[in-house]
């Protein structure tokens, strides 16, 4: 099972590399790396704008493969595209893809995507809250060749579209999957909800468990 994180974009709305944001003691990214070192293998960590840089902050011990996408201004999809052709070789039965601005996720969220994959084999698995959907998204292998096939200004939502019927949603009590840190003000947010629950005592929302 295969992990992948896209890291890619140009942060244009925030103004800063979202990947580097910090949060507690760890940036986005190393939040990201730690939450999947263990639950899967490979990770593959995808760049482009910046790549020297955000490269640069990943802990040498982690065992990262940093791939660079060198049309990330082409959108999300052509850097999935990129790690799904560097798995095109090896034996992944699928692909759990994590967003650099959804950093919110815990281990028990990837554990039991995992699980529900195991169990299941749904070709596309989708963690919602309250019915709403989230991050991140498990692809099986049988929908690799769709992704490497979709047109890069649909998206992967034309082949999740094109399972809807077979996708498994795997219900979570926890709305970190939802959080999307796109603006400064989300950001903010989030940085607010993490020091209210260290204030509190209790565990921030994306910290590894």
């Known amino acids: 099972m295969a992990g992948v994180i896209l890291a890619a974009g140009e942060s244009s709305r925030m103004g800063r590399d979202k990947a580097l944001l910090p949060l507690g003691r760890l940036t986005f990214l190393e939040h990201l790396v730690g939450v999947l070192h263990g639950e899967v293998a490979p990770l593959l960590v995808v760049l482009g704008h910046h790549g020297d840089e955000i490269e640069q902050q990943i802990p040498s011990h982690q065992p990262v493969h940093v791939l660079r996408n060198p049309d990330y201004r082409l959108g999300q999809l052509s850097s999935l595209q990129v790690?799904?052709?560097f798995l095109d070789g090896q034996n992944a039965e699928a692909a759990?893809?994590?967003?650099?601005?959804?950093?919110a996720i815990?281990?028990?969220i990837v554990r039991g995507l995992l699980e529900r994959f195991r169990a299941a084999a749904a070709p596309i698995l989708i963690p919602t809250h309250q019915g709403r959907r989230g991050h991140p998204v498990l692809f099986s292998r049988r929908v690799f060749r769709e992704l490497l096939e979709a047109p890069l200004q649909e998206g992967a939502r034309s082949v999740v579209r094109r399972h809807e019927k077979d996708v498994e949603f795997v219900e979570t009590d926890d709305s970190g999957i939802l959080?999307?840190?796109?603006?400064?003000e989300d950001y903010e947010s989030l940085q607010k909800r993490w020091d209210e629950l260290s204030a509190a005592g209790g565990k921030p929302p994306q910290e590894p468990s």
Do not use: E, M, W
């Not at 759990?96 to 950093?103: A, E, F, I, S, Y």
């Not at 959080?179 to 400064?184: A, E």
């Open 96 to 103: 759990l893809v994590c967003l650099v601005d959804h950093p």
């Open 106 to 108: 815990s281990k028990p």
């Open 83 to 85: 790690a799904l052709r």
């Open 179 to 184: 959080l999307d840190i796109d603006r400064p």
